[in-house]
């Protein structure tokens, strides 16, 4: 079944997304996601200038084949934009076998190992209260577990609280907006949010918080030792991850269960991470880590070393990739939490999908293939839209991660 044509969609309904169509000569087509937030054209252009004339006329059934093809062919290895563009490719020819076999992609990948896939949400206020009733709305939603992040006191701005809308979003138009950092007024403040949940809304509920790289990794252990008596789901993201070995020291000090991994793009970053145990969650995900046939690779490995996946699912992935995460999360043992965060209706609208939320629980839906669609016309009204992530400074200029 031969690979006749591939298109790259870039659509801006509200925010910018890439698509990669795969279209074969009986007819049947796939979709995969390639968007790569605030980096989007990079990865568009290498699917249109590199890629696709290396797919044309190859066979579409050959998925691992082609992977491999892709990855060792290019010579140049690993990074961000590779690794979406060949997602892109292996998720879509993951969505055309499953049209082809007439399956829902799960029963492809061995099929359910439970009922549903566990989301959590995203619940975030300028202050404390702001986030109690912040996460009292996503309860009333159905979330069994919810992510809290909060406005720290004494700083203007943050990562990880919204303009008030359910489908936050942080990349801005135009220039990059600048946050300010004070990692001393956070560590002091962390532990007072979750004090308020935990008396606010009991044990039960499954809190998480994500500190995006900001803290030393003995910071890092200190903010971990702090929460412990709120018995966080997962800290995520509490040291930049390129130094995998930093995650021991703060393994030393704390139980707190530690997540990384959403911008990591093989099983190579992850690696001393799985294998010392250094963490409990993988958070690597079908577009940024080399689509559905990587992370599966990653999920085995982390499956021997009892580490469970949790991946990441913002609104820069697309819903394209929503659904390929479900199929993933649905058939794979050591699956964790999958994170959730809305689209706007927009971005729905261009992309008809199967998949659905019910009282904290997702489902991919039994369509044939990922069960996922592009409206084209619709996503040509959408022009591409330039927007930039956020930086971090601290309070004194110097540039911090973000
Ligand atoms: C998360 C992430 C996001 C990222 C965003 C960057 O845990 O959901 O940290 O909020 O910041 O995906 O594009
Ligand atoms: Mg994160």
Request: net charge negative; aromatic share 10%; with cysteine.
């Amino acid at each position: 079944m031969q690979i006749t044509d591939a298109r790259v969609i870039v659509t801006c309904p509200g925010r910018n997304f890439v698509t990669l169509k795969i279209l074969t000569e009986d007819g049947v087509y796939g979709l995969g996601d390639a968007t790569l937030n605030g980096r989007e054209l990079a990865v568009a252009s290498y699917l249109n200038d590199h890629v696709i004339p290396l797919i044309i006329g190859r066979d579409a059934r050959r998925i691992e084949d082609l992977w491999q093809y892709l990855y060792k062919g290019a010579y140049w290895r690993r990074g961000p934009v590779t690794m979406s563009a060949i997602a892109a490719v292996d998720t879509a020819l993951w969505d055309i076998k499953g049209k082809v076999a007439n399956l829902p992609v799960y029963q492809l990948l061995g099929g359910a190992s439970r009922e549903g896939v566990m989301v959590y949400g995203h619940a975030n206020g300028t202050d404390v209260e702001d986030a109690v009733k912040s996460v009292a709305h996503y309860l009333d939603l159905g979330y069994k577990a919810i992510r809290v992040q909060s406005g720290v006191p004494g700083l203007s701005s943050t990562y990880g609280v919204g303009r008030g809308t359910m489908p936050y979003e942080p990349a801005e138009k135009g220039a990059a907006p600048e946050n300010r950092w004070s990692t001393e007024a956070y560590l002091n403040f962390v532990p007072k949010l979750f004090a308020r949940m935990r008396s606010e809304f009991g044990d039960e509920i499954h809190l998480l918080h994500d500190v995006h790289h900001r803290l030393t990794p003995i910071e890092a252990a200190r903010a971990g030792r702090s929460l412990e008596p709120y018995h966080l789901f997962w800290l995520e993201d509490p040291t930049p991850g390129e130094l995998q070995q930093g995650f021991r020291l703060i393994r030393q000090h704390t139980v707190t269960p530690l997540a990384v991994g959403e911008v990591f793009n093989t099983i190579f970053d992850c690696q001393q991470l799985i294998q010392e145990q250094l963490i409990d969650y993988i958070r690597t995900t079908v577009v940024h880590a080399g689509g559905i046939s990587h992370l599966r690779k990653i999920a085995a490995l982390a499956e021997l070393h009892q580490v469970r996946t949790g991946s990441h699912g913002a609104t820069d992935l697309s819903p394209v990739c929503m659904a390929a995460a479900l199929h993933f999360d649905l058939s794979v043992h050591n699956f964790g939490v999958q994170e959730y965060m809305r689209h706007t209706d927009e971005t729905d609208a261009v992309f008809p999908h199967e998949y659905g939320f019910q009282d904290g629980f997702m489902y991919p839906g039994d369509a044939p293939g990922l069960g996922v669609d592009i409206d084209e016309d619709l996503a040509a009204v959408y022009a591409y839209d330039p927007a930039f992530l956020p930086v971090n400074r601290t309070l004194d200029g110097t540039m911090h991660s973000w």
